[in-house]
C-alpha cells in the first residue's frame, strides 16, 4: 500500500509518462485545469468514472518533421517525459512504425510500472496534420518480478503545421496505472506531470539531430 509523499510522485510520473496510445475521440467536454509557460492541460471525465482523463496543448517552435523525430526517438524518452526510467527498442519496423518497451520509476513503496507498445505514425496528404497511434500489446517481454505491467492506456498525439517551423502539439491519455493508488490522488495530481514533460519536450526537439530529419512520408 503506498502512502501519502511516495504516492504524490507517482502520481505525477503515471499521469503522463505514456507518450504514445489509442483513444476515444467522441468526447469534447474538455476543463482547464491548468495553464503555464503556453502549455494548457485540460481534463474530462474518462470511460472509467473514477479516473479523468488528460489533453495537453502547446505550441512548439518546430518543424513537423523535427517534432515528430523527437517523439519517435524511443531511447531517448528519459531525457524529457516525466519519470521515465528505461525505453528499450524491441523492433524497428519502419522509420514510422515501431515496437518499444519502457519502465517507469515509481518511487517507494510502490512498485515501478512498465509496458509495450506499438507506435505508428501516419500523415493526413490534405491538411498535413500527423497522427501518432500506439495501443498497449501483449507480449514480447514477460511480467517482471515487483514491477506492475499497464495492460491498458489509450491516447495519442495530434501535430499540426501553424505556420514556418511552428507546429501545435496536442497529446490526450487516459489511463488506469493499475495497483491500490487512490483514483482521486491520480487526479489531484495529475497537471505537474505533463506541464513538467511538455517543457522537456520544447527543449529537447531543438537538437540538430531532429532539425536536420526527413521523413519520405511525411511532408513539412
Known amino acids: 500500500m503506498c502512502r501519502s509523499a511516495a504516492v504524490s510522485s507517482f502520481i505525477i510520473a503515471i499521469a503522463f509518462s505514456f507518450i ?6 467522441a468526447q469534447n467536454n474538455w476543463t482547464l ?18 479516473l479523468k482523463a488528460i489533453k495537453v496543448v502547446s505550441l512548439i517552435p518546430a518543424s513537423s518533421s523535427q517534432l515528430l523525430a523527437a517523439i519517435m526517438d524511443i531511447e531517448t524518452c528519459d531525457e524529457w517525459v516525466y519519470h521515465s526510467k528505461k525505453n528499450i527498442m524491441i523492433k524497428q519496423i519502419s522509420a514510422l512504425d515501431l515496437i518499444y518497451y519502457s519502465e517507469l520509476d515509481v518511487p517507494w513503496p510502490c512498485e515501478n510500472r ?28 514477460p511480467v517482471k518480478d515487483k514491477i506492475v505491467r499497464i495492460p491498458h492506456s489509450v491516447g495519442y498525439w495530434t501535430i499540426t503545421p501553424q505556420a514556418k517551423n511552428q507546429v501545435r502539439a496536442e497529446y490526450v491519455l487516459e489511463v488506469d496505472p493499475m495497483g491500490t493508488i487512490p483514483a482521486w490522488l491520480i487526479n489531484l495530481f495529475a497537471t505537474k506531470g505533463p506541464l513538467e514533460t511538455f517543457k522537456g519536450l520544447k527543449v529537447h526537439v531543438q537538437q540538430d539531430k531532429y532539425k536536420n530529419t526527413v521523413y519520405p512520408q511525411i511532408t513539412d
Open 20 to 25: 504514445f496510445l489509442t483513444p476515444s475521440r
Open 114 to 141: 512498465d509496458y509495450v507498445v506499438h507506435v505508428q505514425a501516419s500523415q493526413n496528404a490534405q491538411t498535413k496534420v500527423i497522427t501518432v497511434n500506439s495501443p498497449c500489446i501483449p507480449g514480447y517481454v
Open 33 to 50: 485545469s491548468t495553464q503555464h509557460e503556453g502549455i494548457s492541460v485540460y481534463t474530462r471525465p474518462a470511460s472509467n468514472p473514477k
